[in-house]
């Protein structure tokens, strides 16, 4: 297994504004600031990836965080304490999600992060 490297125009951030989570925010504008950082840095190593589901090492700042996304099931996982402590959808989750449509890339798949992000768009902020 290895890091991901990805080189390309973000999806999540343009999901996030099209579902009315405004772009200016300053903690959404933090977070899509580290989109690009974390993909184009290669801070990934991908355990698992199938069909509405992706397990993966995200290599922060301050340690490695143990995320896993169930995009059909609805359900996330995160080692990080942001996640731990407050039961947030934490930046790590976000960037699983869009690692997942750079990696499957196929509509059906892009529908499925779409309809997550609309499932927990009160719980990013």
Do not use: Q
Request: overall charge positive.
């Amino acid at each position: 297994m290895s890091y991901v490297l990805a080189r390309r125009e973000l999806r999540t951030p343009k999901m996030l504004e099209e579902l009315g989570l405004r772009v200016e925010a300053s903690r959404l504008r933090a977070i899509l600031g580290d989109f690009a950082f974390y993909l184009n840095s290669g801070r990934f190593k991908v355990l698992r990836l199938r069909r509405g589901y992706i397990e993966a090492i995200v290599r922060g700042f301050h340690g490695e965080w143990h995320t896993r996304v169930d995009i059909i099931g609805r359900t996330f996982v995160c080692s990080c304490p942001h996640h731990r402590f407050r039961k947030a959808l934490c930046k790590h989750v976000l960037l699983l999600l869009e690692l997942y449509a750079f990696l499957r890339n196929e509509p059906r798949d892009i529908e499925l992060v779409r309809r997550f992000l609309e499932a927990y768009a009160e719980r990013i902020f």
